[in-house]
């Protein structure tokens, strides 16, 4: 499998991604707790919200 880091500028502000892929398939997008954390305490939002934002902006980008 290979890894690799991703970043994704949400409505938020900037959010480290982990991509994980396995034989040239996509098969894990996980979005950096602590980015997101932080972003959410800053901007008076939910946690969830800043990491499903990340998240989508990532799978757009990604084209999956």
């Known amino acids: 499998?290979?890894?690799h880091m991703a970043k994704v500028e949400t409505k938020y502000g900037t959010v480290?991604?982990?991509?994980?892929?396995?034989?040239?398939?996509?098969?894990?997008?996980?979005?950096?707790?602590?980015?997101c954390?932080?972003?959410?305490?800053?901007?008076?939002?939910?946690?969830?919200q800043v990491q499903q934002e990340a998240i989508r902006l990532l799978y757009e980008?990604?084209?999956d």
């Open 1 to 3: 499998a290979s890894r």
């Open 37 to 48: 954390h932080q972003l959410a305490e800053e901007q008076g939002v939910p946690l969830k």
């Open 16 to 35: 480290n991604c982990k991509v994980s892929a396995w034989q040239g398939q996509l098969v894990n997008v996980s979005a950096e707790y602590e980015d």
């Open 61 to 63: 980008r990604l084209g």
